[in-house]
């Protein structure tokens, strides 16, 4: 498990420098004016990625005289990461189907019931409120209407 | 300064202060403060909304409840931010990065008392700066072009070597990503779409709202959340939250010559159209962490990460009025909306607003100075409500947390593609804060570098044109300086704490 943990933040760096190469490689298409900048960056960022691999890597191996050895990582909790992951990805699917009045009040619901572990009561009364405050501020307050989901359009 | 001014000033103060208009900056920012405490809201929402009630009003009661909308609702955005990590505006972004350490470090009071100080203060030297400049300010905003913008981001851009933590080239990839997020879409010169993969909601670039909320209020769930710490602060009872609002508001007359030195900066900063608040603040904090002598705390919770922006951010609201008095161009969203209502009441901005209107103009900006004192001193009689949520079960706020986070980033366009968005940078900024990649650098890369693009083709342009000569310009020498100075002094402050350590 100790040696998996410096490979996932590898995977972070690897990925900046994809990010990175693809921007270069989009660039190209770009005329010289509307590139120049960018490619300057950009070339830059990845050369600088570069020299931040080879730092960690001589870190690892204690290469690198004189500097401090990075501390262990902590165990990661790979499973809560995924799912808060997962959480997050259930506000933005309800918010997005069910729009901004009625999508976060499901998911403060399902999250106090299945997080939480909060009493039904305090679960639904909750949620209740929270739609009836947004709907307060939206379309009383404002007078505009909030988003509205793709769900009731398509029922309708 | 002339007579003429000075009356103006006695004039505009008398009518703030008089009734029944001193109801009108109370009023004002009342509702300031609650349109900015509430999600997906803004100053600037509560302006457009106010426009068209207020058309039949005279232009006085107009200028009095624009000039309380437009300083009442900064502060409000800076207890959000110290508290849950979300910014209530753009400009209170910087405000979280020592903040919000300092409510997990028990220090919640402390960190809302500076900030309510310096924000105050913050507010009253930038109004005293914009008297004292009210006579050369037209020709001051004259003299900017786009070398002294270029020169402007540059300088800000070197800041960044102070902010990236332990990993100076970690930083610096951070503020390269940064530059390269404000890349995408439309190019400002050939109008060719760049780095867009394709997708139509990329054509515009980026948003920094939703890159913010991504990468700071998402960011910080996905950590709560994996932590398992069952409060915000991981205490458990109010009594338990250390922190003192007379010592936060100590720190800033401890730290008076950053205090002072940030409203400097926040009121030039905010005197430059089109640059906007967030920066302010982030130049600010950059300069404190640059000039510290010890800055290893910057970011994990000093509370000269608190004052310093706070009093810029606070600071540029009296700045950003000059060019929008003088010129007619506006600052940033807030001041644009404020022209709006200007121009519908028959006030031309220009040479006539500064001869004609002045004891207006100075109406509007006592009751600006009003509001900023008013939203401190309330918001210190809210610090214990909300500071209390703070000892809230993690459970019971992270949906609540989620959902102001939500409505602020799908309402601020009215896109949902922007909730997608801030969902990405969340975890974006989860991971660069689990493997120690600073996030302050790429969020300032980020704001900057429209002004830095922009200017440096307007630049090349003009020079090829030969309409102008880059070094000659003096404002663009004392900023080449400043920059030259942001590169030299780390290293200069660095050996120099090495030959301390030898000495010892």
Known sequence: MKLQRPKLRNVFSLTLAVFTAWMLFDSLSLSRVAAMLPQVIIAATLLLIGVQWVLDLGKRRGIVSGTEQSPPDQQAPQLRFLLSLLWIALLSCCTWLLGLVFGPALFSFVFLRGFASESWLLSIAYSVILALVISFIFVFLLNTSPYEGVLPGMML | ?504
């Not at chain 2, 109370?26 to 929402?45: D, E």
């Not at chain 2, 028990?106 to 507010?123: D, F, Q, Y």
Request: proline fraction near 5%.
């Open chain 2, 1 to 504: 300064m002339d007579s003429e001014v000075l009356t103006a000033a006695y004039e505009g103060f008398g009518l703030v202060f008089s009734w029944p208009y001193i109801l009108y900056p109370i009023a004002g920012t009342l509702l300031a403060m609650l349109f900015s405490a509430a999600p997906g809201l803004n100053s600037s929402s509560l302006m457009a909304l106010a426009i068209p009630l207020t058309y039949a009003w005279e232009p006085l009661p107009v200028m009095l409840i624009f000039g309380a909308f437009l300083g009442g609702a900064t502060f409000m955005g800076s207890i959000t931010a110290i508290l849950f990590n979300i910014p209530g505006k753009a400009s209170n972004a910087v405000t979280l990065l020592d903040g919000y350490p300092m409510t997990q470090m028990g220090r919640a009071k402390t960190a809302i008392g500076s900030a309510a100080a310096a924000s105050a203060l913050g507010s009253t030297v930038g109004i005293l700066i914009l008297i004292a400049l009210i006579p050369f300010m037209r020709v001051a905003a004259i003299a900017l072009g786009p070398a002294e913008y270029l020169m402007l981001a540059i300088w800000g851009l070197t800041t960044l070597a102070a902010l990236s933590g332990n990993s100076l080239v970690k930083g610096l990839v951070a503020a390269g990503i940064g530059l390269q997020l404000a890349f995408i879409g439309y190019d400002p010169r050939t109008a060719e779409l760049r780095f867009t993969a394709g997708m139509d909601y990329l054509s515009d670039g980026l948003s920094l709202v939703p890159v913010l909320l991504g990468l700071f209020a998402l960011a910080e769930v996905i950590d709560l959340m994996v932590s398992g710490r069952s409060t915000l602060s991981g205490r458990q009872h109010q009594s338990e939250l250390s922190g003192d609002v007379r010592e936060g508001i100590g720190a800033v007359f401890k730290n008076f010559f950053l205090f002072i030195r940030s409203s400097a900066i926040g009121t030039v900063i905010g005197a430059i159209p089109g640059i906007g608040g967030s920066v302010a603040g982030f130049i600010a904090y950059g300069h404190a962490s640059q000039s510290a002598r010890d800055n290893s705390e910057f970011g994990k919770g000093d509370i000269r990460g608190v004052i310093a922006p706070e009093a810029a951010n606070d600071a540029k609201d009296g700045g950003a009025l000059i060019p929008t008095l003088a010129l007619g161009i506006p600052g940033g969203s807030g001041t644009a909306l404020f022209l709006g209502a200007m121009m519908l009441h028959g006030l031309t901005p220009g040479r006539e607003m500064l001869t004609d209107n002045l004891t207006l103009v100075f109406a509007l900006l006592w009751s600006l100075f009003l509001s900023n004192w008013i939203t401190s001193l309330l918001g210190l009689t809210l610090v214990n409500p909300m500071a209390r949520i703070s000892t809230i079960r993690t459970g019971r706020l992270l949906p609540a947390i989620l959902v102001m986070a939500a409505i602020g980033a799908v309402q601020y366009r009215g896109l949902i593609s922007d909730l997608f968005c801030a969902v990405v940078f969340g975890v974006i900024g989860y991971l660069m804060k689990r493997y120690d990649w600073p996030r302050i650098p790429l969020v300032i890369a980020f704001a900057l570098a429209p002004l830095l693009e922009i200017n440096l083709h307007l630049t090349l342009r003009l020079q090829e044109l030969d309409r102008i000569d880059f070094f000659s310009r003096p404002v663009v020498l004392l900023l080449l300086a400043l920059t030259i100075i942001n590169l030299i002094l780390p290293a200069f402050l660095g050996r120099l704490r090495a030959i301390r350590r030898l000495k010892k």
